[in-house]
């Protein structure tokens, strides 16, 4: 069974920084775009960012452009999403999700949780 | 980016009864659209890719169709595990984007 675990969450600052992963077992991780997903509580689904299987093509949504960076290690199967200047706007549940054909997401983690306050 | 509607919000039903969701987007994306379903505290779950496809493991009670701007998510003969909160997405162009969400509720 494919499993997506993410990491690195936690209370941060306004402006701070948070290193976001997620490691893949039982996954052909390499060969497939990879992206994250954020849900601020009590809301709906954001698609944040996505990156293909070589990490030469990256895209990301307009709010978290210049702020975030999307990144992956094949090798240790692993994706990253880097988070700088954080607001309190990017306070929500995080989620890794696989696209083993680019554009649908089959296979999530469990989320890890940002909160960002003073 | 490409904005997706989808309607209703929210809608009672009861269990055995048929529910139509809907989803519109604000330019064509051919058949680039999936519906997820999500549970209170859990990751969401791929249903219907290319709009129509089933994914592997889901029940046949559920069926997507549309193509363009408009498309439905069906669910016949409603179950009690059934009851969550449903999401379209657009995978047509990046930044992808998802619908707000309708949650399906008992009556």
């Known amino acids: 069974e494919v499993q997506l675990v993410e990491s690195g969450g936690g209370l941060v600052q306004p402006g701070g920084s948070l290193r976001l992963s997620c490691a893949a077992t039982?996954?052909?991780?390499?060969?497939?775009?990879m992206s994250w997903v954020r849900q601020a509580p009590g809301k709906g689904l954001e698609w944040v960012a996505n990156?293909?299987?070589?990490?030469?093509?990256?895209y990301y949504v307009d709010s978290v452009k210049g702020r975030f960076t999307i990144s992956r290690d094949n090798a240790k199967s692993s994706l990253y999403l880097q988070m700088n200047t954080l607001r309190g706007d990017d306070t929500a549940v995080y989620y890794c999700?696989?696209?083993?054909?680019?554009?649908?997401?089959?296979?999530w983690g469990q989320g890890t949780l940002v909160t960002v306050s003073s | 980016d490409i904005q997706m509607t989808q309607s209703p919000s929210s809608v009672s039903a009861s269990v055995g009864e048929r529910v139509t969701i809907t989803c519109r987007a604000s330019?064509?994306?051919?058949?680039?659209l999936a519906w997820f379903q999500q549970k209170p505290g859990k990751a969401p779950n791929l249903l219907i890719y290319?709009?129509?496809r089933l994914y592997h493991g889901v029940p046949s009670r559920f069926s997507g169709s549309g193509s363009g701007t408009d498309f439905i998510l069906t669910i016949n003969s409603l179950q009690p595990e059934d009851f969550a909160t449903y999401y379209c997405?657009?995978?047509?162009?990046?930044?992808?984007?998802f619908g707000q969400g309708t949650k399906l509720e008992i009556k």
């Open positions: 999700a696989a696209a083993p054909n680019k554009y649908f997401l089959d296979y």
């Open positions: 039982r996954y052909t991780f390499g060969g497939s775009w």
């Open positions: 990156i293909n299987a070589d990490g030469s093509e990256k």
């Open positions: 330019q064509a994306i051919g058949n680039w």
């Open positions: 290319s709009a129509s």
């Open positions: 997405q657009q995978v047509a162009s990046f930044p992808s984007t």
